[in-house]
């Protein structure tokens, strides 16, 4: 499943499958990787902002 250039604001991953899902490129990416299964999915750096919310962790 593609997420490529999608713009995800307002989206809810809530126990979902999104193992080898590509969210390369996209934008307003909010997911917990506790609560859904994301192994093998891509990911680029800016998506890490929105992986890293839960724990208060800050890029920059």
């Known amino acids: ?5 999608s713009d995800l604001m ?3 991953f809530d126990q979902s499958n999104l193992e080898k899902a590509d969210f390369r490129n996209t934008q307003n990416l909010r ?6 299964r994301i192994r093998g999915a891509y990911f680029d750096l800016n998506g890490l902002p929105g992986l890293l919310e839960k724990y208060g962790i800050k890029l920059g």
């Open 31 to 36: 997911l917990d990787p506790e609560t859904n």
């Open 1 to 5: 499943m593609s997420f490529q250039e």
């Open 10 to 12: 307002g989206a809810v």
